[in-house]
């Protein structure tokens, strides 16, 4: 049987980046996927291969969204098993340029929508007796963010977040752990890439050489997903290519 066989995950930021990669490891591993992105992207078109997908269209720091997925999760996919927080924003600027509305609109994403999509779909984990929980935090949870003031505090949250998570939840056989990629290209890592120097320091900081590709990332959240992870929790996972340690 297939890793995930039987298995219903819900996963956030899904039509592109590390959100899509993941969502494809999780079908393809035969778990049913709830794949949430914003309205105005394309998520209702990336899965129309996959019968096993469900798309949701839907901001995820709308104050209807919490409720709104774990209804989705539980009509749809018939209860929830493993919740993937991928969804996220990176803005850069220091202290000194983060404005209050760029600090509330990526605490927002990152942070809070975590907390109120965590907390709506417990009921629904709880009765899986073997819920996942699964959120994405990054290199910069261990690290200041170089000209990323907001974004780094935001991971920082995640790490503690979910650390609080599987004090609280590991009662009901929940598992909360977090991801922490380094220098992955995606839509959202490309503006940054851009910069000649600012790759090239990240490809010679990471031991391995090179940059990361969504589905080094997917391969993680996969083991992270699946029975045999049972005993891991409160862990933040690495996937830099070791780029922390040097
Ligand atoms: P991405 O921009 O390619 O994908 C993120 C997806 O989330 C997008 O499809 C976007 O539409 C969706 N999204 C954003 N705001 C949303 C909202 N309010 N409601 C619903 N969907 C929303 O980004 P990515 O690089 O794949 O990042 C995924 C996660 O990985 C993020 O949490 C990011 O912080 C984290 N991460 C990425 C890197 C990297 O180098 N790419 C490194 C460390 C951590």
Redesign the pocket.
């Known amino acids: 049987a297939a890793a995930l066989d039987g298995k219903r995950a819900v996963v ?9 990669a993941i969502a494809r490891a999780f079908l393809s591993a035969g778990a049913r996927v709830l794949a ?3 309205p105005q ?1 394309n ?1 209702g078109d990336v899965y129309a291969d996959h019968a096993g997908a469900v798309p949701m269209a ?4 709308e104050a209807a969204a919490p409720d709104a997925i774990a209804a989705r999760a539980s009509e749809a996919l018939g209860g929830l098993d493993i919740l993937v927080n ?5 803005h850069g600027g220091s202290i000194e340029t983060t404005t209050d509305a760029l600090w509330d609109r990526v605490m927002g ?2 942070v809070t ?1 975590m907390f109120k999509i965590t907390r709506a779909a417990l009921p629904l984990l709880k009765e899986s007796g073997a819920g996942r929980i699964i959120n ?5 949870s261990d690290m200041g963010g170089p000209e990323l003031f907001v ?1 780094g505090t935001s ?1 920082h949250a995640v790490a503690g977040m979910t650390k609080s998570m599987a004090v609280d939840l590991g009662r009901y056989g929940i598992t909360a752990n977090y991801l ?10 490309a503006p940054f890439f851009e910069d000649e120097a600012f790759r090239t320091y990240w490809v010679e900081k990471a031991p391995v050489g090179r940059l ?1 590709v ?1 589905t080094d ?1 997917a391969a993680a959240a996969l083991f992270l997903a699946g029975d045999d992870a049972g005993f891991i929790s409160g862990v933040g996972l690495n996937v830099d290519g070791g780029a922390i340690v040097k």
């Open positions: 956030t930021g899904t039509a592109s980046g590390i959100g899509e949430v992105d914003l992207s998520v839907q901001d995820i720091t991928n969804a996220g924003i990176a994403v990152n929508a994405l935090g990054s290199i910069m974004y991971k922490q990629p380094g220098a992955v290209v995606t839509a959202l890592s990361g969504p990332v």
